[in-house]
């Protein structure tokens, strides 16, 4: 059974810094040990310390054996719920392509898709329960997704697991923090003799995004 864990990031003190339109929704899926935890952690820390009301719905599913998992964050003046219905999310980050195509039902109209040019075969396909998807990159690319290859641009920057921190600097791209203030929670959150490359690929995993 999957098992969900929510956290309330509170509001840091001072007041807020960044003003949003609302409350914003963003959605992480991939699967267990790809790192969607700890970019939604990253996420969650540069909102509070923006002064901005955060909360965090973890759901985990058998993540030790790749399956799915999911982290829902909500950041705003005052967040009321956790809701995530279909066309809610104004932001989805998928770490892998057939994660992707699951969750696009929930991004809104004019909502952004950042997705890991990456395709992992789940259980059911390896023991013959099923069949891999056919034709995924180009129902993404109907849909408007922004491919990036996470993992490529890890292995360049000399950090292959560093993936997740680059689709977290793709996903810098569609909110509004500096990048200062990215680079501070990566700094406080990656192990220390990891914090270079995980700057690095931040960095280009937002010229990824924008390019």
């Known amino acids: 059974m999957p098992h969900d864990t929510s956290t309330n990031y509170g509001v840091a003190e001072g007041g807020a810094k960044v003003t949003l339109d609302g409350t ?6 991939g699967v267990g040990g790809q790192g969607t935890i700890l970019a939604g952690q990253l996420l969650a820390m540069v909102a509070a310390d923006a002064g901005l009301d955060v909360k965090v719905s973890e759901i985990h599913g058998m993540s030790q054996r790749g399956g799915s998992v999911s982290t829902i964050v909500r950041v705003g003046e005052k967040v009321e719920s956790m809701i995530c219905d279909p066309g809610c999310a104004d932001i989805v980050v998928a770490f892998e392509s057939i994660e992707a195509l699951r969750a696009q039902q929930f991004v809104r109209e004019g909502g952004a898709l950042f997705v890991n040019d990456e395709r992992i075969t789940p259980v059911p396909v390896n023991i013959g329960l ?16 922004r491919m990036i290859d996470a993992g490529g641009i890890a292995r360049e920057v000399g950090s292959p697991r560093s993936a997740n921190v680059v689709l977290v ?10 990048v200062e203030e990215w680079q501070d929670a990566i700094r406080r959150r990656v192990p220390p003799k990891t914090i270079d490359a995980n700057l690095q690929a931040f960095a ?7 390019a």
């Open 204 to 210: 280009r995993g937002r010229e990824a995004a924008e």
């Open 130 to 145: 099923a069949q891999m998807p056919e034709g995924v990159d180009a129902k993404l690319e109907a849909i408007g997704a």
């Open 24 to 29: 914003k929704t963003i959605l992480l899926v």
């Open 169 to 178: 600097g793709a996903l810098s791209t569609a909110l509004p923090f500096t």
